[in-house]
């Protein structure tokens, strides 16, 4: 009963599909990492069984192989008795050979014996030997689940830490649309820009003011001019002076105007 409850276990988890498992199971990772523990435990416990039954085997083997050899080794003692009960009844030693007869024929009812029990130990020797190798067979079977069940967990996990990396990056985006950094880099570029123009405005307000500057010495420059011969005029007569050109003061349109007004004025002397 032991031995066939063995051999049913091994079978029913050799025979154990795992996808279909993993398909009802709430936590996979979990149910693989028991059903591991499990396998691992289950195939101790089998390769245990499978070595008792293997060693009653082979005592069963053993024992047959003595009743083999018992059996010969009766016939022997049976030729010898009985070759030696034919030489004393050769010499007319009747009780002799009776003696010899007697003991081949005890010893062929012993080489009998060991052939019966050589000849019932067979069927056992055949059933037995038949059991152990498909404990064997389901053993093999156990390990490489074992090893497809490891494997699966290791898929399984590298898939899981996937997910997760993957989900991680999800919702690291979903943060960024909401918050969408980019719109805040927008207002400060924008804010750097203003501050950008206005710099430039300064640079020219004050590019403009010296331009002003630079004309108002000018005109001052002119007025002097015109002073300078008004008193040169006032304090005796002078010869004319000689046609200059435009100074740096006084424009060519400021040259004419003043021609003009000159002109008018000495008309009305």
């Known amino acids: 009963m032991v031995k066939q409850s063995i051999f049913g276990r091994i079978s029913q988890l050799a025979r154990a599909n795992i996808n279909a498992l993993l398909d009802q199971a709430e936590d996979p990772q979990k149910m693989l990492d028991q059903m591991v523990r499990d396998y691992t435990n289950n195939i101790a416990e089998a390769e245990s069984a499978v070595a008792q039954t293997i060693g009653n085997l082979r005592m069963l083997q053993d024992d047959y192989q003595q009743d083999i050899k018992a059996s010969q080794d009766w016939g022997t003692k049976a030729l010898a008795a009985s070759r030696k009960a034919d030489e004393y009844r050769g ?6 050979a009776q003696k010899f007869d007697n003991l081949a024929k005890i010893a062929l009812q012993r080489q009998m014996s060991s052939e019966n029990e050589a ?18 067979t389901g053993l093999n079977q156990m390990k ?30 979903k943060s960024i649309d909401i918050m969408d950094p980019t719109s805040e880099v927008s207002r400060f570029e924008d804010k750097i820009r203003r501050e950008e123009a206005k710099v430039r405005g300064q640079a020219e307000l004050q590019a403009s003011s010296l331009d002003a500057q630079f004309n108002s010495l000018e005109d001052l420059g002119e007025q002097a001019e015109i002073e300078a011969r008004l008193a040169a005029l006032k304090s005796g007569p002078v010869a004319p002076p000689a046609a200059l050109p435009a100074g740096p003061g006084l424009s060519k349109d400021a040259a004419a105007a003043g021609t003009q007004l000159d002109e008018a004025e000495f008309d009305n002397l």
């Open 144 to 173: 490489s689940k074992l090893g497809e069940l490891s494997n699966k967990r290791n898929e399984l996990i590298a898939r899981s830490k996937t997910v997760q990396a993957q989900t991680q990056v999800h919702d690291a985006l």
């Open 119 to 136: 000849r019932s130990a067979e069927p056992s020797i055949s059933s037995q030997s038949e059991v152990v190798e498909k404990l064997k």
């Open 91 to 96: 010499a007319g030693n009747d009780a002799d």
